[in-house]
C-alpha cells in the first residue's frame, strides 16, 4: 500500500493514460470518374438528431492523466446537476453537519495526527498504518452517519439519485483505474480491492486535510503572534522561519491544502511538548486565531 494515500500528506494518487484500440479502417472505395452536378444540399453532411451525452467527473489531461478533482466527488457531481435552490441548501446544511462532526473529531485529536503525520513522512509505514487505525476508531460519530453519498443523495429528488450516484461512482472507477495501471507501470501488481482501499483512504485523508485547514485557516501564518503565544525560543523561531521561507517559495504564493496542513504539522513539531499543547488548547477553544 503506497502510505501517502492513507493521511492528510497524501499529495494524490498515480494517474493513468486511457489507452484506446481503434478500429480498422475500411477500404477506400475506388475513386469515380463520374462527374456528378452538386446539389443544393450536397455540401451540409448527413443529418444528425442531437445525441444527450450524460454528465461526467472524468477528464483526462493533454498527457493522458486524469484530472483530479479539488473537492469531493460528491460535491461535484451535485454540481453538475439541475438543482432547486431548496435542494442546494439541504446539500450544503449536510456539508455543514458533517464539517462539523469532523472538526470536533480533528481539534480535539491533533496530536495523535501529528504523530501519524511524522511516522510517514519519517518513512515509517508500519508505525503510522498502526498509529492511525488506532484514531480511526474516533471517527465513529461521523461513520455512524453514513457516507457523504449516502446523505447527499438522500437530499436529491428520488429522480436525479440514480445519476448522480452513476457520476461519483464513475469517477471512483477511474481513480482506481490509475491506480492499478500505474503500480503496473511500477512493475507491481495491485488488485481492484487494493485499489479501492485506497481510494477510499484517500477520501478519509482529504476530509482530515480539509478539517485541519478550516482549523488553522488558508492565509499565511501570523507568526509573530504564534511565537509570542507559546514564547518561542530564538532557536525556534529561526527554524520555524525557515520552514515558512521554504513553504513560500516553494508555494509561490498559491500553496495547495495538502502543503498548507504539513507547513502546520512543521510548525508544532518544532515545539516543545508544552508549547505544542498550550497552542493546540488554545486553537481548541477559539483563543488565537491564525488566519
Known amino acids: 500500500m503506497n502510505t501517502r494515500t492513507v493521511l492528510p500528506s497524501l499529495v494524490g494518487l498515480g494517474l493513468n493514460a486511457f489507452g484506446v484500440a481503434q478500429a480498422a479502417s475500411p477500404p477506400a472505395p475506388e475513386p469515380s470518374t463520374q462527374t456528378v452536378a452538386p446539389g443544393p444540399d450536397s455540401l451540409a453532411g448527413p443529418h444528425l438528431d442531437p445525441v444527450e451525452v450524460a454528465p461526467s467527473l472524468v477528464n483526462y489531461g493533454y498527457d493522458g492523466r486524469l484530472k483530479r478533482l479539488e473537492t469531493t466527488p460528491e460535491e461535484a457531481a451535485a454540481e453538475l446537476l439541475d438543482l432547486s435552490e431548496e435542494t442546494r441548501s439541504a446539500i450544503e446544511q449536510v456539508l455543514a453537519e458533517r464539517a462539523a462532526v469532523l472538526d470536533s473529531i480533528v481539534v480535539n485529536h491533533l496530536p495523535e495526527l501529528i504523530e501519524i503525520f511524522t511516522s510517514f513522512q519519517g518513512g515509517d509505514a508500519a508505525t503510522g498504518i498502526r498509529k492511525y487505525l488506532r484514531f480511526s476508531r474516533e471517527l465513529r460519530p461521523l461513520n455512524a452517519r453514513g457516507s457523504l453519498q449516502a446523505e447527499i443523495a438522500g437530499v436529491l429528488p428520488e429522480s436525479l439519485r440514480a445519476g448522480f450516484s452513476a457520476i461519483v461512482e464513475e469517477y471512483r472507477a477511474a481513480l482506481v ?16 480491492r487494493q485499489a479501492a482501499l485506497q481510494v477510499g483512504l484517500s477520501a478519509i485523508g482529504e476530509e482530515i486535510g480539509r478539517s485541519v485547514e478550516r482549523q488553522i485557516g488558508n492565509g499565511a501564518l501570523v507568526l509573530q503572534r504564534l511565537y509570542e503565544h507559546v514564547d518561542a525560543t530564538a532557536e525556534q523561531q529561526a527554524a520555524i522561519g525557515a520552514r515558512v521561507q521554504e513553504f513560500l517559495g516553494d508555494t509561490k504564493g498559491a500553496p495547495t491544502r495538502m502543503q498548507t496542513v504539513r507547513l502546520f504539522f ?7 511538548p508544552e508549547q505544542r499543547k498550550h497552542l493546540l488548547n488554545s486553537i481548541r477553544k477559539g483563543e ?4
Request: hydrophobic share 40%; proline share 0%.
Open 177 to 192: 483505474d490509475d491506480i492499478r495501471a500505474e503500480a503496473e507501470a511500477k512493475g507491481e501488481k495491485l488488485g481492484r
Open 288 to 291: 488565537l486565531s491564525l488566519e
Open 266 to 272: 512543521d510548525i508544532l513539531r518544532a515545539l516543545t
